[in-house]
């Protein structure tokens, strides 16, 4: 049973479209994460939430929009494409807010492709 | 701001050899830090996580070291195995986030 899923695995499409990316956790983890993995593999952290209450935006473009609708899911939107936007975007969660000693759980990743 | 450096980048050995895989960061005020492995194509696992008042964690022939006043972090591989091969990564944990370093691909040959 997985812990964290995200869809799509795979999401091709051209520049200037909208495309959102869904993620559910099943810990009940009350912290839900997005960060992004460039083609240099390097990985940043984009948004948090913490039972459903937004915690960090880290400078991203606001044609991102995370949505919380409840704390196992955080779904992201991205508005108007552009070929940089193309990356591996992992979704993860923790069991609370702060670090602490909290572990966070990847999920697969969802490969963005922007032509 | 936190800057996370990983040595070596990339490193390629035959199996059973003990490794050392090094990472320094600039910013001591942390939580904790986090060792990930992450396989091609595929998320991060979680392998150790030191919190910020201890000093190492083992797990099986995995062992993390932090000493957070010089900023640095080891995580040493005993009895390397091919299975081993992947990238690895650490993340040093702040109030609400980790910050990543760029990794050390490992490569371990039979």
């Known amino acids: 049973d997985t812990a964290v899923s995200q869809t799509p695995k795979y999401l091709v499409t051209q520049m200037g479209n909208d ?29 948090s939430y913490n039972n459903k209450e937004l915690i960090i935006n880290e400078t991203v473009p606001n044609r991102f929009s995370p949505k919380s609708p409840d704390k196992a899911h955080l779904n992201l939107h991205i508005n108007s494409l552009e070929l940089g936007d193309s990356a591996v975007y992992f979704c993860a969660s923790s069991q609370n807010r702060g670090s602490g000693a909290n572990v966070l759980t990847f999920g697969a990743g969802s490969r963005l492709t922007v032509l | 701001k936190q800057e996370v450096t990983q040595i070596p980048a990339a490193l390629s050995v035959p199996e059973g050899e003990n490794l050392v895989l090094n990472c ?20 991060l696992t979680s392998l150790l996580l030191i919190q910020s008042s201890q000093r190492e964690q083992t797990s099986g022939r995995l062992n993390a070291s932090l000493d957070k006043s010089s900023g640095r972090s080891t995580l040493y591989i005993a009895a390397s195995q091919p299975g081993d091969s992947a990238t690895y990564l650490c993340a040093p944990g702040g109030t609400d986030k980790l910050i990543f370093g760029t990794g050390t691909r490992l490569q371990v040959f039979p």
């Open chain 1, 19 to 47: 495309k959102s990316i869904k993620c559910e956790q099943n810990l009940g983890h009350d912290t839900m994460y997005w960060y992004k993995q460039d083609s240099k593999k390097f990985l940043k952290i984009m948004f």
């Open chain 2, 24 to 43: 320094s960061f600039t910013d001591s005020a942390i939580y904790n830090l986090q060792w990930f492995r992450q396989d091609p194509g595929k998320g």
